[in-house]
C-alpha cells in the first residue's frame, strides 16, 4: 500500500488503503473498516465507511499502509484465539479417551457446552458463536477434513514481529499448525518416531498411507 501509494502520487491520485473485517456477516452486520492515507484523501470518502461499517466500527488509522497493516495484526490475533479455542474443545472432546482411567473420563456435549460459553462467559466471542453453529450442525464436524489454509496475513504478521523484534509465540504457534494440518505426518515427526525407538524402544502406530 505504501508502494502504490507513492506511486499514485507521483500522478496526481489519492491512494487510500481500507483493511475490512466481518466476513459474510458484514453485509447485514456492518464491517468493521481501518483506513489508512493522507487525511486530505480520507475525509471526503469517510461519510462510505461510516455507512457500511456499524456504530463505532470505522476508523482512520493515520498514514498510507497503515490500515491494511492493523488488518494483518487483526488477522494474525485471529489466528490465535481460532487456535485457542479449537485446542479447548479438543481437549473436551478428548476426555473419554479410552487411554484415560474410566474414573476420569468425561462425556461432554461439546455443542451444549458451546452454547453455555456464548452467554455471559469471558470467552465470549464471534469466534465461539461460529464454532457453537458449526458443532450444533454436525457435532463432530465430519464434514471437515481438518485441512486448514492461511490466507497470507498471518505470515505477514509474524514477519512484521520478526523485524520489530517483538515476540509472537501464540500467533507463531497457530500458524504453524495450520501448516501442521496439511501433512498426515511430517518427517520431523519420524524423526521423532525414530528417536523414541531407538531411546525407549516405543513402536509407534505405522502411518495408514
Not at 469471558?122 to 465430519?142: C, E, H, K, Q, Y
Request: hydrophobic share 40%; proline share 4%.
Amino acid at each position: 500500500s505504501k508502494r502504490r501509494h507513492s506511486l499514485m502520487k507521483e500522478r496526481g491520485i489519492n491512494f487510500v488503503d481500507a483493511g475490512i473485517s466481518g466476513g459474510v456477516w458484514g453485509l447485514t452486520n456492518g464491517y468493521g473498516t481501518m483506513v489508512g492515507g493522507d487525511r486530505e484523501a480520507v475525509e471526503p470518502l469517510e461519510p462510505i465507511f461510516l455507512a457500511l461499517a456499524p456504530e463505532g466500527g470505522y476508523i482512520h488509522c493515520g498514514p498510507a499502509g497503515s490500515g491494511h497493516y492493523c488488518k494483518m495484526v487483526h488477522n494474525g490475533i485471529e489466528y490465535g484465539l481460532m487456535q485457542a479455542y479449537a485446542e479447548g474443545f479438543d481437549i473436551m472432546k478428548n476426555a473419554n479417551a479410552k487411554d484415560l482411567p474410566e474414573a476420569q473420563r468425561y462425556d461432554i456435549d461439546l455443542g451444549s457446552v458451546s452454547e453455555l460459553w456464548r452467554r455471559g462467559s469471558v470467552v465470549t466471542s464471534w469466534l465461539l458463536d461460529l464454532s457453537a453453529m458449526a458443532l450444533a450442525g454436525n457435532p463432530d464436524l465430519s464434514d471437515y477434513t481438518g485441512f486448514v489454509q492461511d490466507s497470507g496475513e498471518g505470515r505477514w504478521t509474524i514477519v512484521a514481529a520478526l523485524e520489530e523484534a517483538v515476540p509472537a509465540d501464540v500467533l507463531s504457534a497457530a500458524l504453524y499448525t495450520r501448516f501442521r494440518s496439511r501433512h498426515e505426518h511430517t518427517f520431523a515427526e519420524k524423526l521423532l518416531s525414530a528417536m523414541r525407538h531407538g531411546f525407549g524402544g516405543h513402536v509407534e502406530r505405522p502411518s495408514g498411507g
